[in-house]
């Protein structure tokens, strides 16, 4: 039998198309590439770059409190970028949410995601033994 779980996500919209905020298994939790969207789920395109990146930046943060994880626990990042030229603007804001947490990342540059929006991050992250 599976150990997969699709932990629910309180501080979260329910995702827009079939798929989990997190899902947990095998001692990691993954999480879905998260966009600029507030609580409501609306997306907002219309914030500047490192306000987007904070955004994202809190609903992954989201998403691993309902696995039981924190950025501590993080292993990978991908970050989807349109546009490299944004890279500073969310270097910057990526060191103030993460903190000294510093896991392996890679930032993808990309001609358009979905909304409009600028940033969408995914992550992978070692789930704290019980």
């Given at each position: 039998?599976?150990?997969?779980?699709?932990?629910?996500?309180?501080?979260?919209?329910?995702?827009?198309?079939?798929?989990?905020?997190?899902?947990?298994?095998?001692?990691?939790?993954?999480?879905?590439?998260?966009?600029?969207?507030?609580?409501?789920?609306?997306?907002?395109?219309?914030?500047?770059?490192?306000?987007?990146?904070?955004?994202?930046?809190?609903?992954?943060?989201?998403?691993?409190a309902?696995?039981?994880c924190?950025?501590?626990?993080?292993?990978?990042?991908?970050?989807?970028?349109?546009?490299?030229?944004?890279?500073?603007?969310?270097?910057?804001?990526?060191?103030?949410?993460?903190?000294?947490?510093?896991?392996?990342?890679?930032?993808?540059?990309?001609?358009?995601?979905?909304?409009?929006?600028?940033?969408?991050?995914?992550?992978?992250?070692?789930?704290?033994?019980?």
């Amino acid at each position: 039998m599976s150990d997969v779980a699709f932990p629910a996500v309180a501080d979260l919209a329910a995702p827009r198309g079939h798929y989990a905020h997190v899902a947990a298994g095998g001692g990691l939790a993954f999480v879905s590439g998260q966009l600029p969207l507030d609580a409501a789920g609306e997306p907002r395109a219309d914030l500047p770059l490192d306000e987007q990146a904070a955004l994202a930046l809190r609903n992954v943060e989201a998403a691993l409190a309902a696995a039981g994880c924190n950025w501590h626990d993080v292993l990978k990042v991908t970050v989807y970028l349109a546009g490299v030229e944004h890279w500073p603007a969310f270097d910057q804001a990526y060191r103030r949410a993460l903190g000294d947490a510093r896991p392996a990342r890679a930032v993808v540059p990309v001609p358009a995601l979905h909304y409009g929006m600028r940033v969408e991050v995914e992550a992978v992250a070692l789930r704290p033994a019980p």
